[in-house]
């Protein structure tokens, strides 16, 4: 359930919690457009990071570097492996002018690699922190100290509250992605739990609005990849974009919403690279204005090969599907299924993986209007 989220002015906010996911961190030059954002609003005090994530398309984020780097069955061929991807964090540190003492960290993950994959995988995150906070003048906080998982791997909530009431001293970095189970060892979020990890802090602080920047200007009605050339939703309902993260949308995991529900703050998704865009509001009051709200693409779980585009509706879907099987009708058999959930239905056309593109493009321009064609 999702209540009424605080109407926020910008320029009242007194508390803005920001994530900055992966592709906002990537290299040096990524970190210099998070520190002017920052210092653009002092509102800005709390900053979640993610691990730095690709530069070029053919690149591997750190995280990926650190799980292939774990899996290495000897000693050696791990610290081969993490010396690789540690590299990156030493060029950082170097293009930013920083004297971070990297060698002691890295001494101190290499002693403890048999605390596990969870911990050797969290210290992309951790480092990144480290190198923001130092960049960024903030003060550092590990995030082992601050997110608590109870013995079910759940989100120990009042736990997690009560550490970050501790907070004295403004304006802070926490590393995303990682917190500690009930034993204090460093425990992973899912992945995609960095943008959790930031609800998390927002909800417990209590904060006037949560950012979460990444490389896109908002919530697209069609992944903007696709090249239709759309512009982003200027507001979206909270329901609604649950519903179109769990079918595929790749702008916030699904798990982030509720934190961020519960206590009422403000969400924005906006661009790292075009901040004084406007982005898009995600609102907990209630639903949209009725109609199609974008469609989406998902590996199907039922059929291999496959892959599931769904038109995702705010309210009553335009039909039972007729006007997406007839779009698709050239790219051959097509399975349709219906879908009513909270807030709307969505409409799911499975079509062969090699057609996803024109399928996607295809399927939102047949409902793009209410009127039909």
Known sequence: MYYNH????????????CKFGGSSLADAKCFACVKKILS????????VVSAPGRRFSNDEKITDLLLGAYAKKSVSDKIIALNAAFSRFYGVAKDLDLKIPLDEELKTIYENLREGEDYVVSRGEYLSAKIAAEYFGFVFYDAKDLFFFDGTGAVDYEKTCSAFSKIKKYPVVIPGFYGSDESGKVKLFPRGGSDVSGSLAAAALNADVYENFTDVSGVFPVDPSFGLGLSPIKEIGAKELSRMSARGAKVLSEGALFPLAEKSVALRIKNTFRPKSDGTTV???GTRKRGLVGVCSLKSKARYGFTDVSAVFSGAAYDNGERGALALKEKGVCFTRQFVEDGGETLVFSVREKDEAA?????????????AF
Do not use: G, P
Request: hydrophobic letters at 40%; zero cysteines.
């Open 6 to 17: 605080r109407i926020i002015n910008e320029k009242d906010a007194t508390l803005k919690v």
């Open 40 to 47: 653009s609003d002092r509102a800005r005090k709390v900053v």
């Open 283 to 285: 609102s907990f009051n």
């Open 359 to 371: 399928a996607v493009a295809a399927v939102y321009r047949a409902y793009s209007t209410k009127t």
